[in-house]
Nanobody
């Protein structure tokens, strides 16, 4: 069983940056694809980005392409999401997930508790 814990969220002004971390424990996630999803108040949880187990294939949602960067550190069993040029519409709870390389939340079996990101205008 893998446990995921996100951190790094907070309040930032539009145009600013944040780096989210997702630390895995319980077992290694090195053979899993990892993903980030987000959920704004009153909205469905939506796909942000996914990275395959090798780290060589990455798929971003159009809304974050060119602004967000996902990376993984196998030694630390951790995945990162670098978020630059943040916009108010990026405000959401961000969730880390482990599973299959996909943009569908149904394909991820392990989820963190989420970390809040608020972008002020």
């Amino acid at each position: 069983q893998v446990q995921l814990v996100e951190s790094g969220g907070g309040l930032v002004q539009a145009g600013g940056s944040l780096r989210l971390s997702c630390a895995a424990s319980g077992r290694t996630v090195s053979t899993y694809a990892m993903g980030w999803f987000r959920q704004a108040p009153g909205k469905e949880r939506e796909f942000v980005v996914t990275i395959n187990w090798t780290g060589r294939t990455i798929y971003y949602a159009d809304s974050v392409k060119g602004r967000f960067t996902i990376s993984r550190d196998y030694a630390k069993n951790t995945v990162y999401l670098q978020m630059n040029s943040l916009k108010p519409e990026d405000t959401a709870v961000y969730y880390c997930a482990a599973g299959s390389f996909s943009h569908r939340k149904e394909d991820f079996g392990a989820w963190g508790q989420g970390t809040q990101v608020i972008v002020s205008s």
